[in-house]
């Protein structure tokens, strides 16, 4: 219910997917020569279309043009003009797809995935080779046929309840027994698509014991295959009372659909819901806003790339900030078309391209860095800090920035003053501007994504603190003690942030010494400290304290030591703050 109407390529895909199946059943119904010759064409222009949203059309398009081919033989309209006329309305629903030579060949694309005047390149493009062309994400795990169809049984059954494979059961019966020609027609093709749909998907999909933003990508592909079974159901559940000898039948069928339909509605609106969701909106306006003139923004992955880029392209807002795809200056493309388009003004190593195993001509993150930093007033990177690069320690740090981070020039008589700086910060008001609800939004929605990242804000930038004053030991002892008291200050407000908002623990793994932030179900703050392990037995111990405990799990720590002392100083500064009875560490 919450992938139907999210912003995402399958609301899109699931009107394309409910036509084909309006197509079908319009064929199937057409009378005479001319009338299946008029709907085998427009059936191919929504085909056509709909390849150019979703390749998994193609799983409802393959059995169906099997039908219509057989069905045209059959009265006698597969001669060569006939079939060719067919094929050229399902190119002009393929003609979308002319858009992405034309806006290479005239350099005006603002946003693109490839240089397409080169057919080896359309070629990659159209059958997904970046992603792996018959896979679903680029990965080598592999999955069942068993294990994915048990994962769509019992999502569907959560999502539509057990009554639509009981009808979807009955409807089969029914249909074979009491249907007419036609309807066993139709409701044959409509088993054709959702058989053709599972046992390719399912065949296909390599993620394996799915969780978290994993489960949410397999869901948002259930779906299409639903749409058929939710049809089948209702053809089922029609014919059945049809041919039921009762009084007022007719009223009994419509009252028997709207109470189901009803139902369904009463139970999934409070996750359809979506007229105040403007999360992303709020979130991304706020970096923006608090960004310097003409600053740039690395990012990476689709929810920080598109959420900035809506305000950028979609509505010219901040114009001036350059938002820039660390995933597609891996590509050599990205120089030749997008560069002098977007940013001509910023300046790239004479390389090949960014950090990639294309090639062995490469830069990395300080290279750019050193090119662009003083030209430039900002330059962030959102949402998260590059994987596999580590060439800006000992010259650059990267400090917090809302949920991104700014990176500052070590040994720069440019450097900022910290206390200064964190004024600048964009911390997110819980007051004027609410969060997503923990409990409404799943561990597969993006919502829960941002909510995650809202959260560490203020974790982060107290711990940024923190190790601003850890530095000073021995050298300044006020500035010190200024330091840890804002930490203290901001980890304080997190707290305060979970006491009004956290429900349930969010957990993330540690690989290293993790901070642990116990809310009010205990009654203070408890900072707890674990050594690094590798050993998974002792993770699972540490996640299933957080679950009992109700706890706020961060991300690892960063530190390479945390002294005894450190720590102190950090407890005394938040003791000083008057909002906590007591401190307990351990470990």
């Known amino acids: 219910w919450m992938w139907s109407i999210q912003g995402e390529v399958f609301s899109l895909s699931n009107f394309f997917a409910a036509s084909i199946m309006y197509a079908a059943w319009r064929f199937a119904n057409a009378e005479g020569r001319a009338g299946k010759y008029y709907e085998a064409k427009l059936g191919a222009v929504i085909c056509g279309l709909a390849l150019t949203n979703q390749h998994t059309s193609v799983l409802y398009i393959f059995p169906t043009s099997l039908w219509v081919l057989y069905t045209l033989w059959k009265y006698n309209l597969t001669k060569i003009d006939y079939l060719f006329n067919v094929g050229t309305h399902g190119l002009l629903g393929l003609a979308p797809y002319l858009q992405l030579p034309i806006s290479s060949f005239f350099f005006n694309a603002r946003v693109t995935w490839g240089d397409h005047r080169q057919l080896s390149n359309f070629k990659s493009h159209l059958l997904r080779e970046d992603y792996g062309t018959f896979q679903l994400i680029k990965s080598d795990n592999q999955s069942t046929f068993l294990d994915n169809f048990f994962v769509y049984f019992t999502d569907s059954s959560r999502e539509l309840t057990i009554i639509v494979w009981v009808l979807f059961i009955m409807a089969m019966v029914v249909v074979a027994r009491r249907g007419t020609p036609k309807q066993k027609e139709v409701f044959t093709i409509y088993m054709l698509m959702f058989s ?151 300046e790239f190593p004479p390389r090949r391209v960014y950090q990639s195993s294309e090639g062995h001509a490469f830069y990395n993150l300080k290279q750019f860095l050193d090119l662009n930093i003083d030209k430039f007033p900002g330059v962030y990177i959102c949402v998260n800090m590059l994987e596999d690069d580590h060439s800006i320690e000992g010259h650059y740090e990267a400090w917090p920035f809302g949920i991104c981070r700014k990176f500052v020039k070590l040994n720069s008589t440019s450097k900022p003053d910290p206390l200064e700086y964190v004024k600048t910060i964009p911390l997110w008001d819980m007051e004027t501007t609410p969060v997503p609800d923990i409990l409404r939004y799943e561990p597969e929605s993006w919502e829960y994504s941002l909510l995650q990242s809202v959260i560490k804000i203020y974790f982060k930038t107290g711990i940024f603190f ?76 540490h996640e299933r304290n957080c679950i009992k405990f109700w706890t706020f799990c961060t991300e690892p720590y960063n530190s390479e030591e945390l002294e005894r002392d450190d720590m102190t100083d950090l407890i005394t500064a938040i003791v000083k703050q008057g909002h906590v009875r007591n401190v307990a560490v351990k470990g």
């Not at 014991?209 to 079974?229: C, D, K, T």
């Open 466 to 541: 923190w190790e601003q004053a850890n530095k000073l030991r021995g050298i300044n002892d006020t500035l010190k003690y200024e330091y840890y008291s804002k930490a203290a200050e901001l980890l304080l407000d997190n707290r305060r942030y979970l006491e009004e908002n956290m429900a349930r623990g969010v957990i993330s793994d540690g690989t290293q010494k993790v901070l642990y932030i116990f809310d009010k179900y205990i009654g203070h703050i408890s900072l707890i400290l674990y050594a690094k392990t590798d050993d998974l037995e002792v993770k699972k111990h």
């Open 196 to 346: 053709t749909y599972h046992l390719v998907f399912c065949s296909l999909a390599n993620i394996r014991n799915p969780e978290g933003i994993y489960h949410g990508v397999l869901e948002r592909f259930w779906l299409q295959p639903s749409l058929a079974l939710c049809a089948m159901s209702g053809c089922g559940l029609g014919i059945l009372v049809a041919h039921l000898i009762i009084p007022h039948q007719r009223f009994i069928f419509l009252a028997v659909a709207v109470l189901i339909t009803s139902f369904q509605v009463q139970r999934n609106y409070y996750d359809c819901n979506e007229n105040d969701n403007f999360f992303f909106y709020h979130f991304s306006r706020s970096i923006l806003t608090h960004v310097p003139q003409r600053s740039i923004i690395l990012t990476q992955g689709d929810l920080s790339s598109n959420i900035f880029r809506y305000h950028t392209i979609g509505e010219n807002y901040r114009t001036d900030v350059k938002v820039i795809s660390t995933e597609q200056l891996t590509t050599s493309w990205f120089y030749n078309l997008l560069k002098p388009v977007s940013f001509p003004d910023v």
